[in-house]
Structure formats: structure tokens, C-alpha cells
């Protein structure tokens, strides 16, 4: 089933560590993005890449970085998690014209302690 | 500054109608989009708007008026499975989107 995946589907994190969370999608989207949804707030964007070897920033950049190798993946990295970081992490991709809509990912649930 | 306002919470009863507003002011306007989210979930896409109007889709429909700033999201003979979060969003002169934090819609029996 063609689509976007996401893993982990959780995760506790001690603060300072490392994680990246994965996002695969077999649709061959150009555009692919991060969000991180926080109760109260809408969807912030965290990075972008409109094609593979191209990203850019987001609303919300700090702590966090990306990677475009292919058209598939597009793993978003914590260098070192701090608790502010505790959200909902969604992954999307989109066609390249304007009106396409954005397909999510599951989401990952991500706590920082 | 970009701006997204939606109603934060709304309740109807099951089998009525509920229109939920969505009022933008963004930096140009490229369409907007309504998307669906059930508590845990992923956002779904619902509609499209980038001209003036209404488009129906079955039980739902949205209409856009640029001029205004404003859309809405019309759900008619609702159901259960209706209750949840409905999202707004606004592709701006840079094609980035803009996201209303959501109006969470309870439906009562």
C-alpha cells in the first residue's frame, strides 16, 4: 500500500541524547516535510525539502536537522533532546504543484524526560 | 504576521448541521486546505479551495471567499465518527503552508 512510514511509533528519551526518526515514503512525492504538534498549537514546521539534495527551515529549526540523500527518506535528527522537544512529530509529502495536498505519516510520539 | 483563526472547540448533535469558520490573513494566497484529525491520528486531506465558492464533496462541502479572508467547512447530516479535529491551512505567495491550530468538533448523540 503505497503511502508514508514513520518509525518509531514512540519513544522515551533521555534529555542530551541523540535520536532520528525515520520517515520512508513510496508515493515519489518531490516535497517532503517535519512537523511537530503540540496541544493548543498548530502544526509548526520544523524542515522542509522540495526535492532530494535540497532542505530548508522551517518555523520551528532549533535542535533540529535533516538530510535528503534520495526521494524516499527524510530522517529528522536531534542532536541532543532537550524536554521542550516532548511533541507529536509528523512527516508529510506532497506532489509539487500547488494545489496537491499533504499526506502524513502516523506521526511519532516523542517524550523527553 | 501570519495568522490562522479557527473556533477552538464546537458541538453539534448527531444528524444536524456545523459550519466551522476559518478566518486567514497571510503573506498572498495560493488555496486553502481543510484536513480532518482524529485524536492519536494523522491529519487527513478533506478539501481544496483556490477559487471563490463552494465545493461539495458528499456530506461536506467548503467555501472560499478571497476578498474576506474566510472559508468554512460545512458538515451536514453528521454522524458519530465525525467528532474530531478539523485543521485550516493556508499556502502563502511562498508556497509554504500556514496551519490554524484546529477546531476540535464533538458530535452528541
Known amino acids: 500500500i503505497a503511502g508514508i512510514t514513520q518509525a518509531p511509533t514512540s519513544q522515551i528519551l533521555a534529555a542530551g541524547r541523540r535520536m532520528t526518526l525515520r520517515c520512508t515514503q513510496d508515493?515519489?512525492?518531490?516535497?517532503m516535510y517535519w512537523y511537530r504538534q503540540d496541544l493548543g498549537l498548530g502544526l509548526r514546521l520544523i524542515h522542509y525539502s522540495n526535492t532530494a539534495g535540497t532542505t530548508g527551515k522551517g518555523e520551528v529549526p532549533d535542535g533540529y536537522s535533516v538530510s535528503r540523500a534520495n526521494t524516499d527518506d527524510f530522517p529528522l535528527t536531534l542532536a541532543s533532546a532537550v524536554p521542550s522537544q516532548t511533541s507529536v512529530y509528523f512527516c508529510?509529502?506532497?506532489?509539487?504543484?500547488?494545489?496537491?495536498?499533504?499526506?502524513f505519516g502516523n506521526g511519532t510520539r516523542l517524550t523527553v524526560t | 504576521g501570519q495568522n490562522i483563526d479557527q473556533p477552538t472547540e464546537m458541538t453539534a448533535t448527531e444528524g444536524a448541521i456545523v459550519q466551522i469558520n476559518c478566518t486567514y490573513q497571510t503573506s498572498g494566497f495560493n488555496g486553502l486546505f481543510w484536513y480532518q484529525q482524529h485524536a492519536g491520528e494523522a491529519p487527513t486531506f478533506l478539501s481544496y479551495?483556490?477559487l471563490d465558492g463552494l465545493e461539495e464533496k458528499g456530506r461536506f462541502s467548503s467555501f472560499l471567499s478571497r476578498s474576506k479572508g474566510y472559508s468554512y467547512l460545512l458538515l451536514k447530516e453528521l454522524q458519530m465518527k465525525d467528532s474530531a479535529s478539523y485543521l485550516c491551512?493556508?499556502?502563502?505567495?511562498?508556497?509554504?503552508?500556514?496551519w490554524g491550530a484546529g477546531t476540535k468538533l464533538i458530535i452528541k448523540p
Open positions: 491551512a493556508v499556502r502563502d505567495s511562498n508556497y509554504q503552508l500556514i
Open positions: 508529510a509529502s506532497s506532489d509539487s504543484t500547488g494545489g496537491s495536498p499533504l499526506h
Open positions: 479551495n483556490v
Open positions: 508515493m515519489r512525492h518531490n516535497a
